[in-house]
């Protein structure tokens, strides 16, 4: 009776708090294929990402790829605007244009609005809850080592002096949703790209 229940506590922590307190998929390959996703692609290896010849496909790509549009913006080239009515994040380029990622959102009454700054950058980052999440969910870990099955994915882009992140993700068939308790979601592929172009101390707009 005392496994159930902590399972089961595990599995409602893990669908509520999404991005950034996801629960870990112990098959991530068969998941996104049961879920009806498409062909699934292997991911790029190199000597930077470690883990991704052992992260399963599923895991690591966007089923809505990324792509140059038009955006009509006043705001400078290498701003971060978030759109989270339609879950795209826009990446401006200048001239009109952006890079458009799909992205997964904050829950209704959960997630950041307004205007912040990329404060720190981390390659596949370790994840703590929050002490609110633990309070909420005593049963998550307390710390989690960065790897393909970190709710945070390969890439973390922190947001001024707050809790929230723009970050990759374990559970890309959630892209799309709003799943999280707050942070910005994007599939793994998606976040080294945004990660490689931010820059620390560019603007991020939260709609």
Known sequence: ???????????????????????????????????GHGPQIAPKTSARDPWTMQTPFGLFYSEVPRQQVAYQSNQSPGTIIVDTKNRYLYYILGNNQAMRYSIAVGMEGYGFHGTSTISAKREWPDWNPTPGELKRFPDLPTHMAGGPDNPLGARALYLGSTLFRIHGTNEPWKIGAAVSSGCIRMANDDAIDLYDRAKIGATVIVR
């Open 1 to 35: 009776m005392k496994i159930s229940f902590v399972l089961g506590s595990l599995v409602v922590a893990g669908l509520l708090l999404g991005g950034c307190a996801a629960n870990q998929a112990s098959n991530g390959t068969q998941a996104y294929a049961s879920a």
